[in-house]
């Protein structure tokens, strides 16, 4: 019920340090919703100093939603695209180019489920008050627009590396077979193999 961070890799001009300065990234986040509430408004931002773009869009609580967000700069004029178990919510464009994220992002870490302000220009901050409340099945990271097509394509089944998928976490890891549960593995062929900070045998269950 309260504003949550999904995913964020953001910086903020100072490598390592949160500061007042603009922000340089992406994040998705849960706005504050009434307990009674059935639906929950997910935020996709991107923001690149002083020009930013931001979507909204309703998903479901007490069950699995299949998201899908797209910041699509192939075009002049960029667009945000969200989609909601393969339906397009949100179709997005604007007449600005949002400007490259510099160079600190690109040694900034994404985090999953947690994160800090995103500052948006001309918009009041986003500030989380819990970590994310909820569970994650897969997470899937290109570096291109996906189509409707593909999506449903892919949605339900497994994927295999290939030239634009740049990281992709199962979170199926079996508990203790490795020697170190807080693992988690990257099948994008890109090796980046992270760690569940607070990690708990429990945060292994699955729906049934």
Known sequence: TSRQIVLQKMSTGTLGRWTSLP??????????????SSTAQLKFMVISGSHWM??????????????CAVFDRTTSNNSMRLYNNEELIVDNASNISINAFGEEFNQTPMFIGS?????????PNFIPA?????????????????????????????IYPE??????FKFNEPTGSIGIDDIV??????????????FG???RSTGS
């Open 185 to 198: 593995l990257d099948s994008s062929g890109h090796a980046l193999h992270s760690r569940i900070k607070n």
């Open 54 to 67: 931001t979507s909204s869009m309703d998903v479901i609580k007490g069950e699995f939603n299949h998201v």
């Open 130 to 158: 819990q970590s994310f409340s909820g569970s994650i099945d897969e997470l899937r990271i290109f570096h291109s627009p996906r189509s409707l097509d593909s999506q449903k394509a892919y949605a339900l089944k497994g």
């Open 163 to 168: 030239g634009d998928l740049r990281l992709y």
């Open 115 to 123: 994160g800090t302000i995103v500052r948006v220009p001309e918009l």
């Open 23 to 36: 922000s340089f990234g992406y994040a998705l986040g849960l706005e504050n919703s009434p307990a009674i």
């Open 201 to 203: 045998h429990d945060l």
